[in-house]
């Protein structure tokens, strides 16, 4: 069976930093893009940061430059290190394996940015 597992989510100030991490069983991950989605309440999910096999990054233009996308395919695990957060950044944070038609989400954790 097909895991994602999401850890690292929690409650922080404005300015502070978070590292999500997910851990990743079931499939062979070093063949799936990588990635992470946010969904806030009452806006629609969208695509954070993503890293392809090849470990090319892309990023939401909101968060460019305090965002980090990593991944380590002998942990089978991805990592978002989030800096300099703000309350716009409070979400339900997902990670997601792509590989041509099949996708896996996890169960999401909760980021909220606040004083």
């Known amino acids: 069976q097909v895991q994602l597992v999401e850890s690292g989510g929690g409650l922080v100030q404005p300015g502070g930093s978070l590292r999500l991490s997910c851990a990743a069983s079931g499939i062979v991950f070093s063949i799936y893009t990588m990635g992470w989605y946010r969904q806030a309440p009452g806006k629609e999910r969208e695509l954070v940061a993503l890293i392809t096999v090849g470990g090319n990054t892309n990023y939401l233009n909101s968060v460019k430059g305090r965002f980090t996308i990593s991944r380590d395919n002998a942990k089978k695990s991805v990592s978002l290190q989030m800096n300099s957060l703000k309350p716009e950044d409070t979400a339900v944070y997902s990670c997601?394996?792509?590989?041509?038609?099949?996708?896996?989400w996890g169960q999401g954790t909760q980021v909220t940015v606040s004083s």
């Open positions: 997601n394996a792509h590989r041509a038609g099949t996708t896996y």
